[in-house]
């Protein structure tokens, strides 16, 4: 009995201990990496963190992929900011931001951005860039507010044919991350998330591999993923990521957004094209292309391009592609004033 209340009396103390350093880091990183960007009240108890960059020219609107932040876009905003008005943020649920209220269906997310635009005072017409769910979120926003938008880039945006309900062989996937979040988000609680990112990002990765064979397979997986796609992404906003990702917050967002894929899937499959908007769709060389039929439910104004050295992440794989055609689309923005004069 004795030895029994000893055990207890460690696991508590243990987990009394990862509280009290999860709370601390995460009050330290709050003070150390948010002055860079602002909260904006959208209303309903929510606030949306917002990165500004750039002063001049018409406004360039970036939106992540499904589990991804403004840092995904880092790189690409800093060098688009030297010739137009940029603005990244992070979603409801996300980075920086409060949980989110709604489904994470795009609909919902791009009325959300719409309000932070108007909140934040950033005046359209917008040129919308999109990656992944984030090329969806943009698909929408043309589709709602037509009016307010110039041009769109989607870098590689995500097929819906090839998600549940379209393709229920994905439903393992989606399975996979909801039990793989339910995991994460008490082991952010007591710190373990944090001692796990902290080791993958800043040290040895001794910490997160272990951690994350004690998840399973699913856990060794999310890890490769994650190591992929971030060592492509600039060392300095390395911490910032780490950072991200010893929240609780930010696997309840992610649980949310991974939940939502099959609404997701309905929503957009049922969505009309784009009409007389210029749509630049970024797709990786090592996928299949889309086809004129993807082509044409995208919208009646749609160019591909095949970015040959790329996988998924093209904007962190060939990023000059990204922003040259970005700098394409800010050039005719700039001109229609002209041609509407002449």
Known sequence: MLLFLSILGLIAALLTAGVVYQWHGARSDRRRYTSD??????GGKRRLYLVEKGSSGPAVIFEAGIAATNLNWFYIQEAVSRFASTASYDRGGL???SPCRTARTPANIAAELHQLLEGAGIKPPYILVGHS???LVMRRFALDYPEEVSSIVLVDPMRIEEWPP????KQSEIDRGKKLFRFAIPAARVGLARLAVTSLFLRSGRAAQQLAGAAGNGGQHVLDRIKDEVGKMPREVWPIVAA???RPG???GMRSHVEAVPDTVREMHN???IQKIPVRVLTPGKSTPLTDEQIGRIGNRVQQVIAPASAHWIHLDEPDLVIDSIREMVMAAAAQPIAAAD
């Open 37 to 42: 960007g602002r909260w904006i009240d959208i």
């Open 95 to 97: 980075g920086w931001s």
């Open 133 to 135: 769910f984030g090329g």
């Open 166 to 169: 379209l393709d229920p062989g």
């Open 244 to 246: 991200h990702w010893s």
């Open 250 to 252: 930010n696997y309840a």
């Open 271 to 273: 969505a009309e094209p």
